[in-house]
């Protein structure tokens, strides 16, 4: 597999929707519709100066799969910048790197959790023109720290942080990062809604079709995901795409840390489960095109979603921005 790959999905152009409808015709469950099992469904704000009228019919989606340096963020900040020229990516696409992106799967917050990693991100985002999805360490409101996966625009503006609802039990405890309690949908990004997800938070079904009834058009999950349990990684990621007929853009990493070897596998996935691009275990950017006209077409077609029982609880409220 090539540095640079590029895979594109040649179906008909998007028909654009109300924002707050829901997916592909279905109601957005707003709050107090306790009926879809979503009590608190917030609609925040639009993108500052985006304009839904004419947005693109196809999101570009570029992966960065790279071996993480051990905490040490101009390390990997260079690695980046140069991986991102050499596949010269054009504007208006979206970058989406590793869960904890410039540090690595590293427990020690003292060392990580700083505001170089945002400040950083701004800066890919207006030098290339992209949206960048970035994961870092950061201080919460409580005095612990949160893994998150910021969302910046292509001018460089913050537009919002989700945090990981699930840290990883055996390695990522309570004393380093707190979980979060919040899905966050992410209004206009690129021309679609975007809900992103970090690494374990794949292997939790119920987060996914939340996120998929009030309205998600794709999910982003950033990883730091063991080779070990690699088959896990793309067998979850290419259901998660199927039973929530939502497209699923997973990210991880490469390499080593002094916990685990990874194994890579980026991959994205159409909402049908078509795999559009997938990585093998060597440094890459993965490029590919999700068509959202397609997946708004396989559910009319197939239409699973409107055929769910809203019988269930979802474990954490919803956010939009």
């Given at each position: ?59 570009r ?18 690695k ?12 208006g ?7 904890l ?32 999805v ?26 919002g ?78 259901a ?5 007929q ?16 990874y ?7 159409a ?28 559910r ?22």
């Amino acid at each position: 597999m090539s540095k640079s790959e590029s895979v594109s999905n040649t179906h008909p152009a998007r028909v654009e929707k109300n924002p707050i409808a829901g997916c592909c015709g279905y109601p957005a469950r707003l709050s107090g519709d306790r009926s879809s099992g979503v009590e608190h469904l917030v609609v925040v704000q639009e993108v500052a100066g985006s304009n839904p009228v004419g947005r693109p019919s196809v999101m570009r989606v570029h992966l960065v799969q790279f071996d993480i340096a051990w905490e040490d963020k101009p390390t990997n900040w260079g690695k980046v910048e140069s991986m991102l020229q050499d596949a010269a990516v054009e504007a208006g696409g979206v970058i989406v790197l590793p869960e904890l992106g410039d540090v690595g799967f590293s427990m020690d917050v003292n060392q990580t959790a700083d505001d170089r990693s945002q400040a950083w991100a701004a800066s890919l985002a207006n030098q290339t023109g992209c949206w960048v999805v970035h994961g870092w360490a950061q201080h919460s409101d409580t005095g612990t720290c949160e893994n998150v996966a910021g969302v910046l625009t292509p001018n460089g503006t913050l537009q919002g942080v989700a945090t990981k609802l699930h840290p990883f039990s055996l390695i990522e405890g309570g004393e380093s990062y707190q979980a979060g309690n919040t899905l966050k949908i992410f209004r206009d990004i690129a021309g679609t809604n975007l809900c992103p997800l970090i690494c374990y938070d794949l292997r939790f079904p119920e987060v996914f079709r939340a996120a998929s009834l009030a309205g998600a058009d794709c999910f982003v999950v950033m990883a730091n995901w063991p080779a070990v349990r690699l088959e896990h990684w793309r067998t979850l990621a290419i259901a998660r795409a199927i039973e929530n007929q939502t497209a699923v853009i997973a990210c991880n990493r490469t390499g080593t840390d002094p916990n685990f070897t990874y194994g890579g596998g980026s991959l994205v996935v159409a909402a049908d489960g078509q795999v559009l691009a997938e990585a093998g275990e060597e440094s890459t950017i993965l490029t590919a095109e999700i068509d959202f006209q397609a997946q708004l077409a396989w559910r009319g077609a197939f239409p699973a979603l409107g055929d769910a029982k809203p019988h269930w609880q979802c474990p954490a409220p919803i956010a939009w921005h």
